[in-house]
Each structure stands twice: as structure tokens, then as C-alpha cells.
């Protein structure tokens, strides 16, 4: 049991004296045969090195990663602004101005109408042009919602496989160090 514990006699006490403080307290931890010799610094060093490194470059290639998402998300949103200014010359060229042909013989009556129909053709025109931002805005909000669950997902996962069952905590400890 005294080995189990890692003292010599785990009921010795020590007398301390600190600078005129003098107190007791149990014997310290007396390094045993059966134990392994600490670790060479080197070689610790080495080893939290390279640690390093690969968590790093685990974190370059994620962020490699997010940037050509965000090249992508912007192609498409900029591509979809094209498409947008595009139909809306379209339609501003197929619908110039229209004027109702011998509505009356009057010229009044004829202007009233034919600045009322230039004014339903620039709302019908706008509507539409609204339309198709709305359904390229959903687009862009689907696509935002797909990288942000591929996201979660990637996390997630990152948690579920932690070595939690692993017997040792120093092996937990280093999962941990490199995520």
C-alpha cells in the first residue's frame, strides 16, 4: 500500500522551517524503481513541435477550406447580380415606352393614358425585378445555410470522436492540445 501511495511511510511527517515559519506536512512523493525516468526535455520539446505543426496545418487547410467557400459565395453572388442587371436592360429594351394608338381624338386624354401605361410597365417592371432578387437572395440564403450546417456538422463531429474511452488522460489531454 505504501508503493500504491508513492511514500515511504506514508504516515511520516517532515518539519518544514521557512524562514522562521516552521510547520509539518507529509513526506514528498519519493520516486520508486518500477517508475518511469521523467521524460527528456528534448524530446518533449520536439514532440509539442510537431504537435504544433500538424495543428496548425489542420488549421491552414480548414481555413484554405472557408476561403474558396467564400470565393465561391461571392462568384455566385456577383453572377447573379449580372443576371439581374442583364434582364432588367431586357425588359427595359422589350418594353421602351408604350402608347395607346387612336385611344380618342383628343391629345389630353391620349398623354393621360399613355403616361399611365408607362407608369403600370415601370411598377410591373420593378415587381419583376424584385421578384428575381427575392429568388437569388433564397438561393444565397440556402446556399449560407448548407456551409453553415456542413459547418455544424464538421463540429460536431469533432466532438463525438474525442478519446474520452481512452484509458489515459494524458492521451485525452494531447486530442484535446491538438483540436
Known amino acids: 500500500m505504501a508503493a500504491a501511495a508513492g511514500y515511504d511511510n506514508p504516515d ?29 526535455p528534448a524530446v518533449e520539446r ?23 467557400r467564400w470565393e465561391l459565395f461571392s462568384n455566385r ?11 432588367s436592360v431586357e425588359r ?3 418594353h421602351p415606352t408604350t402608347s395607346f394608338d387612336g385611344a380618342s381624338s383628343s391629345g389630353e386624354p391620349l398623354e393621360a393614358d399613355s403616361s399611365r401605361g408607362r407608369l403600370v410597365d415601370d411598377l410591373l417592371f420593378q415587381v419583376e425585378a424584385q421578384e428575381v432578387l427575392i429568388r437569388n437572395a433564397s438561393n ?10 456542413a459547418q455544424e456538422e464538421r463540429l460536431r463531429q469533432q466532438l463525438t470522436d474525442l478519446p474520452i474511452w481512452d484509458p489515459s488522460p494524458h492521451e485525452l489531454m494531447d486530442a484535446l492540445c491538438d483540436q
Open 12 to 40: 511520516e511527517w517532515e518539519l518544514i522551517n521557512d524562514d522562521g515559519f516552521v510547520y509539518k506536512r507529509k513526506k514528498r512523493l519519493v520516486p520508486s524503481a518500477g517508475a518511469p525516468p521523467p521524460p527528456d
Open 46 to 68: 520536439k514532440n509539442r513541435r510537431e504537435r504544433r505543426k500538424r495543428a496548425l496545418l489542420k488549421l491552414r487547410e480548414r481555413y484554405l477550406e472557408e476561403i474558396s
Open 77 to 87: 453572388l456577383t453572377a447573379m447580380e449580372q443576371n439581374a442587371r442583364t434582364q
Open 92 to 94: 427595359q429594351e422589350l
Open 140 to 149: 444565397l440564403c440556402d446556399l449560407a445555410e448548407g456551409l453553415c450546417s
